[in-house]
């Protein structure tokens, strides 16, 4: 009966940290809390008791998480007696607290959360804060935001109207579903059928990029295996190993990205697509058919062979020879240059993820590595180093390996990079001291993300940002801007019986009874209708106070997000740090002032109610935006603001504490 006693008062204490606590409780017993992290604990013991009968997973085993976190830091304990360099000392509570959230989650804690943590004195805190991040919807709503730069996620497509929310959908749940980097990887590079099923959703990785399956290769190699090879898509890499006559074998494997059955809807289209009748509204029907579904589709597999192009300029072949697939390094897998077959982009995943050696574990693991401690252990962390040639071949062959025995589980890894006491170390101000890489010494400063300042600032403005409910996939049937035949068809029943025609005429009987329907007038007149329960994925305006991951990919040009540098996401990992006058303007006239510092109702100044003191106010507006209490002289500051200006001396507070650069790095 204790045991579930103190299991119920686990759960109710962890419901007054969750989403949507009430503002104005801002303090709770630290015994309380205490009892709490035991109580968590002992939840842990339970779980333990019923799987006492098997065998936990790596990645499910706590214990064993803690062992590789302490390995890790006894790799780099080694690095310091090897250079003599003093341990750094680690950071306060405060700085600790603030790191995590904007590491993990990618904001900044609420006063309420931030109170609650510094309040608890028990030394598995800071642990049980990972385990509490790791487990929230911040987490995937950040790691949404890295997976969309990495693969150059957008919504549509320059000069086409087919739409890319399927895949973006698709890579979202894959996050949210925690899909090991291996199966996430087989997905996208083996992907092949209709773009809006979601069981092939992950099509949009190709068609994202139709017209450009060079590129998209290139793309390929650098993000998962390190590999530059832009280069050599036109001549041999002179400053790398790949020839232009590997790069075409390697494009074999994924040669043949044709859209599902399109040639039997091009009699039709370019009948349509002429000047006389693209104005008409059967031009704007064709257009869904056209690019909305079979420019969303992918056909076979890879053919395994591809033609030189007409200016190849070298030796070992001539121009229009045909070559067959051949793998650049690791085990070498081939294909024919006699016959077509359908499983090269198969084999090409299956290479990428089991047969490069250590190449495609070292390169995700080094991707981890800098997202969690600031600076990888190689950089720049898409040009792959073997192991044994970086400045810390103990740890990076012991990090490649780890990501294999956690089965590429990415929050697992993360998660031992958290516990680790590399991570808790005070901020080093000075430039690595190593080469090409981290020396250890220190967080290294750097200025947020667009992302983080944007769900700092939104959670500032209107608390916790992920109790809103995420992103859904608007599957409605859109012509000429405006959805019709809504609560009848969807997207992916429409693409599933086009696709599904097999003849010319079967396609042009089916497209004339699709107008008469859509002609009819069964197009949208309230919200009413079963479909419209969902709300469209495009609804959210730029100031939309949601997540940067709920917002448009790209944002516009004037929101907040692009000015402060946000990937424009056409190349990979294209986001930027730079400041610029923009963003000066944007903080001190734009949205920060707005929604934030001039408006009453802010959550921020929520966090005053009860405050009966100036001394108590200013306290929790340092704790609400820098995740601390003031310094003695910063008290005096900010007292003698309020006395000189009075109550809107506290929007002086926060618009200068905003604007700090404190708020804007991460230290």
Known sequence: MKILLEIAMAGRLKRQIDIGRDASILRIDP???????????????????????????????????????????????????????????VADDATFLRRAFLVSIGRIPTTEESLQFLEIDDASKRAALIDYLLASKGYTSHMSNWAFDLLRVTDGRIGTSASNAPYRHWVRTAITNNMPWDQFTRHLIASTGDGWDPASAAVGYYTRDRGMPLDNLSNTMRVFLGARMECAQCHDDPYGKTERHDFYQLAAFTHGQ???????????????????KRQSEEYQIAEVLWDRIYGMSLEAGGTGQIELPTDYQYRDASPGDVVGARTPFGQTVRMSDKRVEKDGREKLAAWMVGKTGEQFSSVISNRMWKRVMGKGIYEPVDEFIPVEKTNYPALAGYLSSLMLELNCDLRAFQHVLLLTRTFQFETNPLPSSVDGGDDFHGRKIERLSSEQIWDSLITLAAGDP????????????????????????????????????????????????????????????????????????????????????????????????????????????????????????SLMNGFVQRELVNKPSAHVYQSLDGATTDKEKIRRLYIAILSRPPKEEEMQWMLDEVKKSGDSGYRNIVSALVMSSEFLFLQ
Not at 258 to 276: F, H, I, N, S, V
Not at 502 to 513: P, Q, T, V
Request: glycine share 4%; proline share 7%.
């Open 31 to 89: 015994k309380l809390m205490t009892r709490f992290v035991h109580a968590v604990l002992l939840l842990l013991l339970v779980s333990c008791i019923g799987l006492c009968a098997e065998v936990l997973k790596p990645q499910d085993d706590i214990k064993f998480l803690n062992k590789a976190a302490l390995q890790i830091d006894q790799h780099v304990a080694a690095f310091y007696r090897s250079k003599s360099l003093t341990v750094p000392k």
């Open 258 to 276: 044709d859209a599902m059955g399109q040639d039997k809807m091009r009699p039709l289209w370019d009948e349509l697509a002429t000047d006389e």
């Open 466 to 585: 992920d109790k809103h409910p995420p992103r859904t996939l608007d599957d409605r049937i859109f012509v000429s801007g405006k959805p019709v035949l809504v609560g009848k068809k969807s997207m992916p029943q429409l693409s599933k019986e086009v696709l599904a025609i097999s003849s010319e005429k079967e396609l042009r009987d089916y497209f004339e009874k699709f107008v008469r329907e859509v002609k009819s007038g069964n197009t949208s007149q309230s919200g009413s209708a079963p479909m419209m329960a969902a709300k469209p994925a495009n609804a959210y305006n730029k100031d939309a106070k949601v997540r940067a991951s709920e917002l448009p990919s790209p944002p516009p040009r004037d929101h907040f997000l692009y000015l402060f540098g946000s990937s424009d996401r056409e190349v990979v990992d294209a986001s930027s740090r730079e400041p610029n006058v923009g963003q000066v303007l």
